[in-house]
């Protein structure tokens, strides 16, 4: 299948920095990404759908100004956390749709762990 | 209340029996997919199964669809332990245009005892 990486994995960050996560699809052009947020041992939350050279479509609740969504290439969208606070320490899984698939089948990156101290 | 609810909620079974776990929906849906997530890492598409199809294999998979009880479930035969791990089905509603949004529901947590 389709492969799609996210960087970092890890980050540690003081609260009231941003912090940026890539999410990049390796072997297709996706011109539509999604990013999720995770609670332990919970389930995906939509956050947005990012859609490469347009703004992205934030889910109802979630702060654009808060969670900076770039989609400037049809490999890479970013999301960039701004002034972290403890409370958006998650786990953020980005994936992206393969436009050439028969179906809408999403390929999941291997998230980011985000901690704000 | 969410679409896709999977029960149970957490499995717990032995190596070698086989695991059934169950997703139910509300709207009408396009397909219904299944993934799998070890603990701490990405999601894993196992299968995806057309509102027109009502059984689908795939190895030791075996998904089936009832849309007019707007349900699912998938069954891993002969489990082993290392297919610990939580599986979310995914709805892809039905609608034009661009909407590629899929929801997914709260996840069973499947663990196989060696």
């Known amino acids: 299948g389709a492969v799609v990486s996210q960087h970092p994995s890890r980050v540690i960050c003081k609260s009231g920095t941003s912090v940026k996560i890539e999410c990049r699809s390796l072997?297709?052009?996706?011109?539509?990404m999604f990013w999720y947020r995770q609670f332990p041992k919970k389930s995906l939350m939509l956050m947005a759908t990012?859609?490469?050279?347009?703004?992205?479509?934030?889910e109802q609740g979630v702060e654009k100004d808060k969670f900076l969504i770039n989609h400037a290439s049809l490999t890479l969208s970013t999301l960039t956390v701004t002034s972290a606070h403890p409370e958006d320490s998650s786990f953020y899984i980005c994936?992206?749709?393969?436009?050439?698939?028969?179906?809408?089948?999403?390929?999941f990156g291997p998230g980011t762990r985000l901690t704000v101290l | 209340s969410q679409q896709g609810e999977e029960d149970p909620q957490a499995l717990s079974i032995q190596e070698g029996e086989n695991a059934t776990m169950n997703c139910s929906y509300k709207?009408?849906?396009?397909?219904l997919q299944w993934y799998r997530q070890n603990s701490g890492r990405g999601l894993v598409h196992l299968i995806l199964?057309?509102?027109?199809?009502r059984e689908k294999h795939s190895g030791r998979l075996r998904v089936t669809l009832d849309t007019s009880k707007k349900s699912s479930s998938l069954l891993i035969t002969a489990s082993r332990a290392a297919d610990t791990a939580s599986y979310f089905c995914?709805?892809?509603?039905?609608?034009?245009?661009?909407?590629?949004?899929?929801?997914f529901g709260k996840g069973t947590l499947l663990t196989v005892n060696p």
């Open positions: 994936s992206a749709r393969d436009p050439g698939g028969s179906y809408n089948e999403q390929f």
């Open positions: 072997d297709f052009q996706a011109t539509t």
């Open positions: 990012s859609n490469e050279g347009s703004k992205a479509t934030y």
């Open positions: 709207t009408s849906i396009n397909n």
């Open positions: 199964i057309r509102s027109n199809e």
């Open positions: 995914a709805t892809d509603p039905y609608s034009g245009g661009s909407n590629y949004k899929l929801t």
